[in-house]
């Protein structure tokens, strides 16, 4: 059992930020080393042949990444990163009602880690794959 479950905190001790808020995605788990995204689509989401834009997947792949090495026991103590590199492979098409990403840290240091993530639907299907390098940052700034 984790701190935030044993306090009964939510899954981040963080407000969703602004970007987070106007796509509706949700991480839905968050422990050492990976993370779990949600995003339910909604019309907006969509591109003109009426799939999720590639630009969401990247940007769920993206943000599933970069919060899996940034886990921190202490909700006090945030851990942030930033994307040095990107890679993302798209493979199928989405069918379903919701796009779930999840991400592994795969390697790293001190200052750097790997990760790689996937996208599927709440079908099964796969949408697309990423790897990803990220550097660690002090504070939010």
């Known amino acids: 059992m984790t701190l935030f479950e044993e306090k009964n905190l939510p899954l981040h001790n963080e407000a ?28 907006f989401l969509l591109n003109r042949y009426g799939i999720p834009h590639g630009g969401i997947n990247a940007t769920l792949l993206d943000t599933a990444m970069g919060y899996c090495a940034c886990y921190s026991e202490d909700p006090n103590t945030p851990i942030f990163a930033m994307t040095l590199s990107l890679t993302v492979n798209y493979l ?40 990803g390098v990220f550097r660690f940052r002090l504070g939010a700034n």
């Open 16 to 43: 969703p930020y602004p970007l987070q808020n106007h796509l509706g995605f949700k991480l839905t788990e968050w422990r050492k080393d990976f993370c779990r995204v949600e995003l339910p689509l909604k019309p």
């Open 92 to 131: 199928g098409q989405s069918t379903g009602n919701t796009l779930i990403t999840e991400a592994n840290r795969t390697g790293g240091g001190r200052k750097t880690f790997f990760a790689q993530g996937s996208v599927t639907d709440d079908t099964g299907q796969i949408i697309a794959t990423a790897t």
